[in-house]
């Protein structure tokens, strides 16, 4: 098992920005892929970015440009950029972790965006 537990979400004006970091309780076997999803009210969760094991980054068209996902396999977290946030970007991010045939994730954090 691997826990995940996610920090730095918080509210934030438009045009701001955030990092939020996710830690996982041990080294995650290779190849994996980690990153962040999002869930808003009322919408079904979607992948924002993810990271491989390789170090290949993807991007949801919504964030390309403003969001850079990074990793540290020292430290065992996955970060996430945040910049020129939008109102649009309000939701609980999750961080998520997949190895082989396992699929992990967080309890998730709130990030809220004003206008």
């Known amino acids: 098992q691997v826990q995940l537990v996610e920090s730095g979400g918080g509210l934030v004006q438009a045009g701001g920005s955030l990092r939020l970091s996710c830690a996982a309780s041990r080294r995650i076997d290779s190849p994996n892929v980690v990153g962040w999803y999002r869930q808003a009210p009322g919408k079904q969760r979607e992948l924002v970015a993810t990271v491989t094991s390789s170090r290949r980054t993807s991007y949801a068209d919504s964030v390309t440009g403003r969001f850079t996902i990074s990793r540290d396999n020292a430290k065992n977290t996955v970060a996430l950029q945040m910049n020129s946030l939008k109102p649009e970007d309000t939701a609980v991010y999750y961080c998520?972790?997949?190895?082989?045939?396992?699929?992990?994730w967080g309890q998730g954090t709130q990030v809220t965006v004003s206008s």
């Open positions: 998520y972790a997949g190895v082989l045939s396992s699929a992990y």
